[in-house]
């Protein structure tokens, strides 16, 4: 489950843990938005010539898109609905990306010159939904935070670039691989707590983990008086 924290293995109110182990679909799902984030933001921030662009192709479609959605559907099982929403979300994000490449590449899709027009409305739609899913992520982990908060900015340069601000896609590119690293940190954590059943590394500070223990016990005591 993504909102995973540190004292618990979950942290959605009012939930129960069922007597059933199932697989956290988390690990998987951030590793394959982290993958494919670098990948491109690698092309992105001219660390590798924008021919070797063509490369996110295979790897959005299937790892990034398909994979991603598959976590999602998982999370959706498991009753998340945080993990749920952003893992189908990117992962439809990410096939649409790829076709949306795919075609162009084809000449299917003819924008009469105004591709990177196409690309940055197509980008800016996506920021909208990254922006309330980053202020969705104040309620989860600081780890899980900083995932979003750099990929807000990283869509918001991305946009700005493609309707022509200089150097924009460059810092975009930049801040992608800042978010792929963010990600891949994220869930090595969730796989590391899942296979050897401690913390090994953190997602929160010692002072997130006092607020929330705090707040549990508070709800706890209400509870109980109100019995």
Known sequence: M???NEETADLQPGRELSSSHSADASPLGLAAFALTTFVLS????????GVLSETVLPVAIF????????AGMWEFHSGTTFGATAFSSYGGFWMSLGAFIYLQLRGTLNFQGH???ALGLFLLAWTVFTFY???ASFRMNQALGIVFTLSFFTFVLLDLGAFGVPQATTIGG?????????AWYTSAAFLLKDTYGHVILPVETRKQRTVKQYTREKSRMSSATIK
């Open 42 to 49: 690698a092309v992105n921030a001219g660390i590798f010539p």
């Open 133 to 135: 899913m980053w202020i």
């Open 174 to 182: 930049w801040f992608g691989l800042l978010n792929a690293v963010a």
């Open 2 to 4: 993504i909102n995973y």
């Open 63 to 70: 790892y990034g898109g398909f994979i991603q959605l598959l």
């Open 115 to 117: 591709s990177q027009e």
